[in-house]
Nanobody, 129 residues
């Protein structure tokens, strides 16, 4: 069983930056594909970014490309989402998710939330205009 805990959200002005982190425990973090999703009030959960087990490859939702960067540190069992040039429409609860992380390595990256096995509790990011 993998447990995920996000941190680092908060209130930031438009144009500002914030980094959210997700610490994993249990399982084998370096075997897991990781992703970040977000959900704004009244909206469906939305894919933001995904990263492979190695951290060498990543993918992004179009609206965050060039502004957000996903990364991971397998030695620290942590995945990050650096968010720059924030906009009010980025306001949401941000969730990290893991696929796999058990005995075999997952080599993929996934946009579909249904592909992920484990979820954190989320961290609120609010961008003021």
């Amino acid at each position: 069983q993998v447990q995920l805990a996000e941190s680092g959200g908060g209130l930031v002005q438009a144009g500002g930056s914030v980094r959210v982190s997700c610490a994993a425990s249990g399982g084998t973090f370096s075997n897991a594909a990781m992703g970040w999703f977000r959900q704004a009030p009244g909206k469906e959960r939305e894919f933001v970014a995904g990263i492979s087990w190695s951290g060498w490859t990543s993918l992004y939702e179009d609206s965050v490309k060039g502004r957000f960067t996903i990364s991971r540190d397998n030695a620290k069992n942590t995945v990050y989402l650096q968010m720059n040039s924030l906009k009010p429409e980025d306001t949401a609860v941000y969730y990290c998710a893991a696929r796999g992380g058990q005995n075999s390595r997952d080599y993929g990256m996934y946009r579909d939330y249904r592909m992920y096995d484990y979820w954190g509790q989320g961290t609120q990011v609010t961008v003021s205009s």
